[in-house]
C-alpha cells in the first residue's frame, strides 16, 4: 500500500465543517514544551501544530476522539465542546 | 415539542442507548432518543468485535438479519518486536457455534443504524442532528434536556453518550478523564475483495479473525495493535494510553503506519484501499474509573460509565453497553411502575448491574490495569520472546549453548529478579 499522509486520510473522511464556530480552542501562548509535544504526538488528526513559539490548531479534519481534552485541558486545550448537532466528522464505518 | 413530556429521554444512540430505547418503548413508554450524529453510528468508532450474548437476549437471533461483518472464528495474538512476531492462533468451529457464545466483527456506522430503526419501529421518538447540551436540573433532580437552549422534559433521562460523556461530568457525576484512565485508538478501514480476505487469513464464508498485539505495536508505549476482517474490509488500528504519550518520539498516526508496515502484517493488507480514517477514546481503568451511576431522575450506562474490560488478548465494551443499557431501562420500568423516579427508586440499576457480568467481571479483573501498564509487557517481555525464538528456531551451523542455558541467560538479560517477581505478583494479583 502506498504510503499516505495524516492530510491524504482525512481526505477520505467526510466532514461537515462549522466553519465559523470551532469546537476547540487553544492557549496559543502555552509553554509548558512538555505538554505541547504530548498533544503534538497524540493529535490523531495531526491538527495540532507549534510555530514561531505559538501553539495552533485547526478543528477542520478532527476526529472528535477527546484526546487532547483528556491530556491538556486547561493547558493546551482552552475549550472542548462537540460540534453542533450534525456538524463535524460522519464516519460511514466507523 | 418543549411542552410535550417524555417519560424518559436518552442521550446517545450507540449500542447502550439504543437498548435502553428499545426496551422502554416496547414496554408502552414515550422515548426521545438523541444523538449529536446525523444518523445513529456516524459519530461511534469500534476496533471492532461485539461479543453477542448481552445482545442476544434483546434480539434473539441477531445476527440472522443485523448487519455483521464475519463471525469471529479465528483468534491471534502476538508479541511483537520490529522484525519479529511471535503469534499464537487458535481457531475452532466450536467458537461462536451457539448464538449466546459467538463474537461478531461490526462498523459501527452500519450497525448502529439497524438498532436504531429496531427502535423506531418500537416507537422511539429518534431525533438524531442535535448535541444535547447539559440536563436540566430542578431541585436538586434531572428533569429534562437542553439542546441549544431548547428545552425538554422527562422523567428520566438516561446517559449514554459515550466515553468522553460531558453530561455526565457536567452534573458532577463523573470526573475529567486522567490520561490514566483512557487510550486513544486510531483505526484504518481498508478495502479489500472478499475472496482476497478468505485466502490470506484461511477462513470460509462468514467465518473471521480477530487480531490483536503487543509490543512493537506502539513501539513499546502501553497499548497495543488490533486487526479485525470485516465482510470486504479490514479493521486495522492500533491503541495506545494515553499517560504513556511522549514515552516514544512517534506520534499516534505515525504508530499506526508503522504497525501497517509490520513485516507480520502487511502482507494481509498489502493492495488494499484505504476508505476511512477514525479515531475514539477508550475507557481502560476497569472498576477504578466507574463515576456515579445513579442521581435522582438520571441513570448512566456504557462507555459513559467506563464499561468496558482490556484484558490484552480480549477487549470487552460492546456487550457491556448493551447490557447497562438492559439494565438501566429495566430500573426506569421498575421506577415507574413505582412512580419514583429518585435516586432510590433509580438504584435497583446499581443492584442489577451489582448481579450482573458487568460489575462481577469487572471486579474479578480489577487487577488487569496494573499488569497492561508494565513496560515489561510492551517492551522486555517481546524482546525476550524474540531473542529466545529466534535461538530455537536458527540453525546456522555454529556450536550452540544449551538451550536452557540460553533461555535463562535472556530472560536475565531482559528482565532483572525483581522486575520478574513484581510481574508474577501482578500476574497472580489479577488472577
Not at chain 2, 308 to 314: A, K, M, Q, S
Request: glycine share 10%; proline share 3%.
Amino acid at each position: 500500500m502506498a504510503k499516505m499522509s495524516v492530510d491524504d486520510k482525512l481526505g477520505l473522511d467526510l466532514f461537515h465543517t462549522d466553519e465559523h464556530n470551532p469546537h476547540i480552542t487553544v492557549n496559543e501562548d502555552y509553554d509548558d514544551m512538555e505538554e505541547i509535544r504530548k498533544v503534538l504526538l497524540a493529535c490523531p488528526a495531526g491538527l495540532y501544530h507549534y510555530e514561531n513559539g505559538k501553539v495552533t490548531f485547526s478543528h477542520e479534519g478532527c476526529l472528535e476522539c477527546g484526546t487532547c481534552r483528556v491530556l491538556s485541558i486547561d493547558k493546551v486545550v482552552k475549550s472542548w465542546d462537540h460540534p453542533m448537532g450534525g456538524a463535524g466528522v460522519q464516519f460511514r464505518q466507523g | 415539542m418543549s411542552e410535550e413530556k417524555f417519560d424518559a429521554i436518552i442521550v446517545g444512540g450507540g449500542l447502550a442507548g439504543a437498548t435502553a430505547a428499545y426496551i422502554l418503548a416496547n414496554a408502552g413508554m414515550e422515548v426521545l432518543l438523541a444523538d449529536r450524529g446525523d444518523f445513529c453510528g456516524s459519530k461511534n468508532v469500534t476496533g471492532g468485535r461485539l461479543y453477542a450474548h448481552s445482545l442476544e437476549k434483546v434480539f434473539p437471533g441477531f445476527a440472522e438479519e443485523a448487519p455483521i461483518e464475519r463471525k469471529v472464528t479465528h483468534e491471534k495474538i502476538s508479541l511483537m518486536t520490529p522484525k519479529s512476531s511471535l503469534d499464537i492462533g487458535f481457531s475452532s468451529e466450536k467458537l461462536g457455534e451457539d448464538p449466546e457464545s459467538a463474537s461478531y466483527t461490526i462498523l459501527h456506522s452500519k450497525f448502529d443504524p439497524w438498532l436504531a430503526e429496531k427502535c423506531e419501529e418500537a416507537g422511539v421518538m429518534l431525533v438524531p442532528g442535535i448535541r444535547v447540551d447539559s440536563c436540566v436540573v430542578e431541585d436538586g433532580k434531572v428533569v429534562g434536556i437542553d439542546a441549544g437552549g431548547e428545552i425538554m422534559y422527562s422523567d428520566v433521562v438516561i446517559i449514554a453518550d459515550g466515553v468522553n460523556s460531558l453530561l455526565a461530568q457536567k452534573l458532577g457525576m463523573k470526573k475529567e478523564l486522567t490520561p490514566h484512565e483512557v487510550a486513544v485508538g486510531v483505526k484504518e478501514v481498508i478495502k479489500l475483495d472478499e475472496e482476497v480476505i478468505n485466502q490470506r487469513f484461511g477462513v470460509r464464508g462468514n467465518e473471521g479473525v480477530a487480531w490483536l498485539s503487543a509490543g512493537d505495536a506502539t513501539a513499546g508505549a502501553f497499548g497495543g495493535g488490533l486487526l479485525y476482517t470485516n465482510k470486504d474490509t479490514i479493521s486495522i488500528g492500533i491503541v495506545a494510553t494515553l499517560a504513556d504519550i511522549g514515552y516514544t518520539d512517534i506520534s499516534i498516526p505515525d504508530l499506526l503506519d508503522r504497525y501497517k508496515e509490520h513485516p507480520a502484517i502487511k502482507p494481509y493488507i498489502e493492495g488494499g484501499e484505504t476508505i476511512e480514517y477514525s479515531a475514539h477514546l477508550v475507557p481502560e481503568a476497569g472498576v477504578h474509573m466507574i463515576p456515579e451511576l445513579v442521581r435522582d431522575g438520571v441513570l448512566v450506562t456504557g462507555d459513559a460509565a467506563g464499561f468496558v474490560v482490556n484484558l490484552g488478548f480480549t477487549v470487552r465494551g460492546m456487550d457491556f453497553a448493551v447490557e447497562s443499557g438492559r439494565l438501566a431501562a429495566e430500573a426506569v420500568i421498575r421506577a415507574k411502575e413505582a412512580g419514583d423516579f429518585s435516586k432510590e427508586g433509580l438504584s435497583s440499576y446499581v443492584d442489577a448491574l451489582n448481579e450482573s457480568f458487568i460489575m462481577k467481571d469487572m471486579k474479578a479483573l480489577k487487577g488487569f490495569p496494573a499488569i497492561l501498564s508494565r513496560r515489561e509487557v510492551f517492551k522486555d517481555l517481546p524482546e525476550m520472546v524474540d531473542d529466545i525464538c529466534t535461538k530455537l528456531f536458527t540453525v546456522s551451523g555454529k556450536p550452540s549453548m544449551d538451550f536452557i542455558m540460553y533461555v535463562i541467560n535472556s530472560m536475565a538479560s531482559h528482565l532483572s529478579v525483581a522486575q520478574l517477581t513484581s510481574l508474577v505478583g501482578d500476574i497472580m494479583d489479577a488472577f
